[in-house]
């Protein structure tokens, strides 16, 4: 089982509409919760953490942590073609403060 | 600029010929790290230093060293590359642990082991 499990997409949306992109993860001790965006040809960048259970929104993303069904998901609101990228679900697990295991990502398209 | 720096951007070498990627940043981060990344696996790490002098492995060390000799840079040595060491590079460093502050990445390695 990969430590960190997302669905490769693509996952096409309209213009405006909300993507949903789900990670599951199975490390239950695990304690911090990341999402990195990476546009293609380039690096990954940090776009939202979390690290309790609930919601916490930052503009038009909102990252969403449920720790007893261990999954973490991310809103996109409003989506916009600027949003088209490849997200990646990043968990530290409990043992280490230094690793960080991503999973394989989600590939977004926004159409215009 | 805050930045990481990695060079080579693109290498195509043969199998055997030692090569050594460079990395450097400039934030004065205590943590770096080194990622491969390939289609349908993600980013997986391969070593990371949590101060000078001191290195772990990550998930994936097999065929790779490191050293951190200086705080500011971390280079990734091939010591024999084969092909199956073909894949996207990743440099990246944060304040502490990659778990309690943002990652920041270079601009990525991509290596061709023929």
Redesign the interface.
């Known amino acids: 089982q990969k430590e960190v499990e997302q669905n490769s997409g693509p996952l096409s949306v309209p213009e405006g509409a909300i993507a949903s992109l789900n990670c599951t993860y199975s490390d239950r001790g695990s304690q911090s919760f990341f999402w990195y965006r990476q546009y293609s040809g380039k690096s990954p960048e940090l776009i939202m953490f979390i690290y309790s259970n609930g919601d916490k929104e930052d503009g038009r993303f909102t990252a969403q942590l449920n720790k007893a069904s261990q999954y973490v998901s991310l809103l996109i609101r409003d989506s916009q073609p600027s949003d088209s990228a490849t997200y990646l679900c990043a968990v530290m697990p409990k043992s280490n403060d230094y690793k960080l295991s991503f999973g394989a990502g989600t590939t977004v398209t926004v159409r215009a | 600029e805050a930045q990481v720096t990695q060079n080579p951007r693109y290498l195509i070498t043969v199998t055997g010929k030692k090569l050594t990627v460079t990395c450097s940043q400039n934030m004065n981060h205590e943590?770096m790290?080194w990622?491969r990344q390939d289609p349908?696996?993600?980013?997986?790490?391969i070593y990371?230093s949590?101060n000078v002098e001191v290195t772990?492995k990550?998930?994936v060390p097999e065929g790779y060293k490191v050293s951190r000799k200086e705080k500011r840079n971390f280079p990734l040595i091939l010591e024999s590359p084969s092909p199956n060491q073909t894949s996207l590079y990743?440099c990246a460093s944060s304040w502490?642990?990659?778990?309690?502050s943002?990652?920041h990445?270079?601009?990525?390695t991509r290596l061709t082991v023929t």
């Open positions: 943590y790290s990622y349908g696996l993600g980013l997986r790490q990371y949590m772990d990550g998930d990743f502490v642990g990659a778990g309690n943002p990652l990445f270079g601009n990525g």
